[in-house]
């Protein structure tokens, strides 16, 4: 079953920091967080895909921009994962999405 979580209209500002956490299905294939203005400008499409083994982190203005992959799957089926979005006044080699398992 493919679950669907949005939020709209939130006043993210300089020096705001993101956090998600959540389980992933046991049977899932990979899962998508975008982050943008809408669904017409996103500003970050991070997915993790198992099959491939890749996390996908991408932006769409009207196109693709241009595509990053990481090849370190730090995300299963079944587990627990928390990511967080880091402040965008950091270096740009400084803002990544970071994963963790997280222990129980």
Known sequence: MSEKLEMTNMDMKLGTTLKIKGKIASDADGFVINLGQGSEKLNLHFNPRFHDS???CNSWD???GQEQREGH???SPGSEVKAGRQPPELPERARRVECLL???
Do not use: P, Y
Request: one cysteine or more; glycine letters at 8%; charged letters at 10%.
């Open 62 to 64: 009207g196109n693709w």
């Open 73 to 75: 799957m730090c995300f």
């Open 54 to 56: 890749a996390i996908i």
């Open 102 to 104: 997280l222990q129980d």
